[in-house]
DNA sequence: CTCTATTGATAATC
DNA sequence: GATTATCAATAGAG
């Protein structure tokens, strides 16, 4: 789209990027958004810009919602009882992860 | 895009709207991995079709790591201190504890 | 699925 | 921010 084709590989130019990033997430917020309603669908979107402000989209209810579904499906039906090991990361990061699996496990007991 | 325009509201005939579902979110996949490219962003876009079929996307790392991150985000700089921390048990010692806190709840799940 | 006609997104510009 | 020339996405048809 626009004049001229872009390269798909990082936009160096700072302010060049920051204005396309700006214009390439509300087009891609809108589509996510449209995709939604025209199909009847659920969908989270998560962006981090580079600088590390968060941009988000839920539709049909909340983020929150939407990542325990997603925790359910991929380690419900699909990864039973398998527990994959991570290596030993930093104790607090492992910690926050396990309170997270139980959260998630709690809403399947409900 | 396409002959002629779209109304943005459910599309009602279901064969319409699986093909309509199937190319958007085709497109959508390929919008949110080309901002992420372009302006250097980490984008998790998870997408539940209306049958519940689950499709998903994380550009830099797992979609784990991104909900870990987002939860971070959202749990931490907004609500800094609104974490009823625990006692400052041994690290070691609560990730055991909660580890078993999940297998007794993974056995409730059966 | 492949193939256009057409719209919609957007890069360049102001 | 707004405008406009162009390209890319896609609705409809085959």
Redesign the pocket.
């Known amino acids: 789209?626009?004049?001229?084709?872009?390269q798909m590989k990082r936009?160096e130019n700072p302010v060049?990027r920051q204005?396309?990033f700006c214009?390439?997430?509300?087009?891609?917020l809108?589509?996510a958004k449209?995709?939604s309603v025209?199909c009847d669908a659920e969908i989270g979107l998560v962006i981090f810009s580079a600088h590390g402000k968060l941009y988000e989209l839920a539709t049909k209810g909340t983020m929150q919602e939407l990542i325990e579904r997603y925790g359910k499906y991929t380690g419900g039906p699909q990864l039973p009882d398998e527990v994959p090991m991570l290596e030993p990361l930093d104790a607090k990061k492992e910690i926050d992860m396990l309170k997270q699996e139980i959260q998630v496990l709690q809403k399947g007991l409900r």
Chains 1, 2 share one sequence.
């Open positions: 789209m626009g004049r001229g084709r872009v936009i060049h204005v396309t214009k390439r997430r509300a087009g891609l809108k589509k449209e995709l025209l």
